[in-house]
T-cell receptor, first 111, second 113 residues
Framework: DTEVTQTPKHLVMGMTNKKSLKCEQHMGHRAMYWYKQKAKKPPELMFVYSYEKLSINESVPSRFSPECPNSSLLNLHLHALQPEDSALYLC??????????FGPGTRLTVL | AQSVTQLGSHVSVSEGALVLLRCNYSSSVPPYLFWYVQYPNQGLQLLLKYTTGATLVKGINGFEAEFKKSETSFHLTKPSAHMSDAAEYFCAVSYQAGTALIFGKGTTLSVSS
């Protein structure tokens, strides 16, 4: 089974709201990723967690705050977002062979 | 900087025709190579991958790709297109585990009846 789940599927939020995106995998993968994808573009890496520790932060604004509570869960906390942050947010996980498996994504709209 | 080039942002074929999507990478060191497919409003699904071993790789849905080191290419093919193949296709490379995949810009495949 190579399933990565993400909730919610869709999220609409105002610029003053606080919300969280959730990602879960039960494949025993030790690396988990957040990507942002704008329309008609490839995904762009935001964060990487390796063995539950943040290993890469691609200069993402502080209004995005990742959290890895355990090896199966990855959250992305959102606060004071801007309309330009509207995008598809993808979670992925991988094992040592570096094959990344993606979740279905959360479609975020910031009003 | 490492890069991935997908030739042709849009490819159109007829149902039953050969599908050829091109991907070249820029490196003298062979990376790990991947093809992903993305249907509208969905995540990325792994089609196939090359890490080591046999250079002709077979994937899901009848797709295959051949790693050619001398040409730094990893083109994706399917002998006979189906309407359900219409989607966005991304070629990606990885040089180190636990880091970002480097994606090409994507190729939109259209299939007409």
């Amino acid at each position: 089974d190579t399933e990565v789940t993400q909730t919610p599927k869709h999220l609409v939020m105002g610029m003053t709201n606080k919300k969280s995106l959730k990602c879960e995998q039960h494949m025993g993968h030790r690396a988990m990723y957040w990507y942002k994808q704008k329309a008609k573009k490839p995904p762009e890496l935001m964060f990487v967690y390796s063995y539950e520790k943040l290993s890469i932060n691609e200069s993402v604004p502080s209004r995005f705050s990742p959290e890895c509570p355990n090896s199966s869960l990855l959250n992305l906390h959102l606060h004071a977002l801007q309309p330009e942050d509207s995008a598809l947010y993808l979670c992925a996980s991988s094992q040592e062979d570096d094959t990344q498996y993606f979740g279905p994504g959360t479609r975020l709209t910031v009003l | 900087a490492q890069s991935v080039t997908q030739l042709g942002s849009h490819v159109s074929v007829s149902e039953g025709a050969l599908v050829l999507l091109r991907c070249n990478y820029s490196s003298s060191v062979p990376p790990y190579l991947f093809w992903y497919v993305q249907y509208p409003n969905q995540g990325l699904q792994l089609l196939l991958k090359y890490t080591t071993g046999a250079t002709l790789v077979k994937g899901i849905n009848g797709f295959e790709a051949e790693f050619k080191k001398s040409e730094t290419s990893f083109h994706l093919t399917k002998p006979s297109a189906h309407m359900s193949d219409a989607a966005e296709y991304f070629c990606a490379v990885s040089y180190q585990a636990g880091t970002a995949l480097i994606f090409g810009k994507g190729t939109t495949l259209s299939v007409s009846s």
